[in-house]
């Protein structure tokens, strides 16, 4: 891949008009990759935008009142990592060994037909069928996130580089060396990819404009092995997106936010991603799940008062929001920032974003369960959704009270639920505006800072909350 380099002289220099100096920043960053096949890339891929806009004209067309955006597929909870606060390996604790098979997987994709799928859990690398999964959701004409807390995903990334072997040796022997120069894989692994695939009728995932690898990291070294109660698990992440991005693949992020996070922590990671060249973040507000809380206090002697935002707390929290999306690479829509800034009031539209997991189409939402639906069609027809969300500051049910999450708020904003004039122009500027150029200052942030304690909130406890 090209690469460009920004490069910032600092001093007095000369001024083309005026011909008198002017002190500059002196800086330097390192060659990084940028987007050498597209002059002018936009924030969001054009084929990707005019993908998704065609299938929401589409809908309204025939005027389908509800309707998937993006199908949050979840073919396992099983995980490999125990995530304060996450809801799901919690919930479903009795059922952590089932799978969803592959055929049922692709069924619901073309089901809801979403034009987006985000592939999670649990720990979706671990799914014995991925590469295929993957595979069939991209020969169905769909757009693929594979959420991963990256714990395998160097694994994957040196399985398509030892399937490259048989059509592209010359590329193989050059990246590997590339690879070990940067430290991301040894010398062990560069002779076990040499050698080839292992089976080489098996797919593998390779790199697709149709496809992100999106990484859940909730903070620096420190809060994120913290959070994920395990240390070193940052340092993976970061290796696996610097590996990923050599290779050619798209990479987002995704961060969620609870009360310990310190906001001006995650700005800095997203001035350091910056450097990276990630492709795209998304950010939201962590939900109180009830299996969560409860896990907190027996396991954690934590009271889950001091790790949940309130809707209050959350407004606080992301103040700063607009302001990041214009500096950073953000997925979303401006209308739904504005709604996490306590700017602008939006309900909930969680049929949008609907979940499917080995219980079925998890109804109402993402996060709550109330029922689990044979068919999308069912989720739809038999979820009373007059019974949830906020409205005018109300929850209808007090589950509600304190989400803001994407999942729910985030297609009432890009479908248009709730416009207001100008909101069209405001997401076409957003969504087709050039990409935030990476921030010099992204370079000076050394984002290592330090191990948890241990296992992070297993060993931290309530110390680790407050401190
Ligand atoms: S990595 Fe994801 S699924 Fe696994 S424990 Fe953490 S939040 Fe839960
Ligand atoms: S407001 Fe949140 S918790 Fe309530 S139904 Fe919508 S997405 Fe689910």
Partial sequence: MAK???????????????????????????????????????????????????????????????????LQLEPLHTCNLTCTGCGRIREYSTSLKDVLPLADCLAAAEECDAPMISICGGEPLIYPDIEKLVEGVLRQGRIVYICTNAMLMRRKLREYLAAETIRRPDYVEATTKRLIKEDLITEKEAEEIKKGPKDSSKPVISPSKWMYWNVHLDGMERTHDL?????????????????????????????????????????????YLGTLDIDGHTISPGYDYDAAKEDMRKRL??????????????????????????????????????????????????????????????????????????????????????RYGVVDGKARDPRCENCMMHCGYEPTASLGLQSKSGDTWKNI?????????????????????????????????????NG
């Avoid at 936009?42 to 299938?55: C, E, S």
């Avoid at 191990?451 to 909350?465: E, F, M, P, Q, R």
């Fill in 4 to 70: 460009a380099t920004l490069e910032i002289t600092s001093g007095n220099v000369p001024t083309r008009e005026t011909g008198t100096t002017k002190k500059v920043v002196k800086k330097k960053i390192d060659d990084y990759p940028r987007w050498p096949d597209d002059p002018a890339p936009m924030r969001f891929p054009l084929p990707l935008t005019l993908k998704i806009a065609g299938f929401i004209i589409k809908n309204k067309l025939r005027r389908n009142p509800k309707f998937a955006q993006v």
């Fill in 301 to 386: 002697n934590i009271d889950p008062d001091d790790f949940f935002l309130t809707r209050a707390a959350i407004i606080k929290k992301f103040e700063k929001i607009e302001e990041w999306s214009r500096r950073f690479r953000f997925f979303g829509t401006p209308i739904y920032f504005a709604f996490l800034a306590g700017k602008r009031d939006l309900t909930c539209s969680a049929w949008a974003i609907p979940t499917r997991n080995i219980g079925g189409w998890k109804g109402p939402c993402y996060v709550m369960t109330d029922a689990h639906h044979a068919t999308y069609a069912d989720l739809i027809k038999n979820t009373d959704w007059e």
């Fill in 429 to 465: 500027a957003f969504n087709f505006g050039s990409l935030p150029a990476p921030e010099p200052r992204g370079a000076q942030i050394n984002p290592f800072n330090g191990v948890s304690a241990g296992n992070g909130h297993l060993t931290g406890h309530k110390d680790a909350v």
């Fill in 227 to 271: 959070i994920v109660e395990r240390e070193g698990v940052f340092k993976e992440c970061i290796l696996a997106i610097r590996m990923a991005k050599i290779l050619g693949y798209q990479v987002a992020t995704n961060t969620t936010v609870y009360k310990e996070t310190d906001m001006q922590e995650i700005e800095d990671l997203f001035s």
